[in-house]
């Protein structure tokens, strides 16, 4: 991190799609974003054999994320996150503070479909 100063400028980008970092590689992943003061601005980390255990994580950083950089892209589909697992992350991103943004017009991209078949009724 020290190497790039410029991510705690503009935060990073973070692409892990098409991988299998898995719950506790992702959750080691923002541990170190956050130790480092490094803001998460985008996070794509589709087909990677996530589950509802990455969901607190996502949840944690939604409410602790430093309020000039939220993340504005979450790219998590193809995964194995439940419909309360995504029911959970919306209700986060609707609750957290940080959308809408006043300063800003983007808003949350929250990808979450295709979910191998775990969202029981995605029209509910």
Same mark, same amino acid.
């Given at each position: ?15 892990? @799609?098409? %991988?299998? #970092?898995?719950?506790? $590689?992702?959750?080691? +992943?923002? /541990? ?44 998590? @589909?193809? %995964?194995? #996150?439940?419909?309360? $697992?995504?029911?959970? +992350?919306? /209700? ?33």
């Amino acid at each position: 991190v020290q190497n790039f100063p410029y991510v705690r400028k503009s935060g990073a980008y973070v692409d892990l @799609s098409d %991988n299998q #970092i898995g719950t506790e $590689g992702l959750d080691k +992943l923002f /541990r170190v974003l956050r130790d480092h003061r490094v803001p998460c601005v985008v996070m794509k980390a589709y087909r990677n054999g996530l589950d509802d255990g990455i969901v607190d994580t996502i949840i944690e950083y939604l409410y602790t994320q430093p309020e000039a950089f939220p993340m504005h892209g979450i790219h998590i @589909s193809h %995964n194995n #996150i439940t419909d309360k $697992g995504a029911f959970r +992350l919306i /209700r986060a991103a609707a609750q957290c503070g940080h959308y809408p943004r006043l300063t800003s017009r983007l808003p949350l991209w929250l990808r979450l479909e295709a979910m191998c078949g775990c969202i029981e009724n995605p029209h509910k």
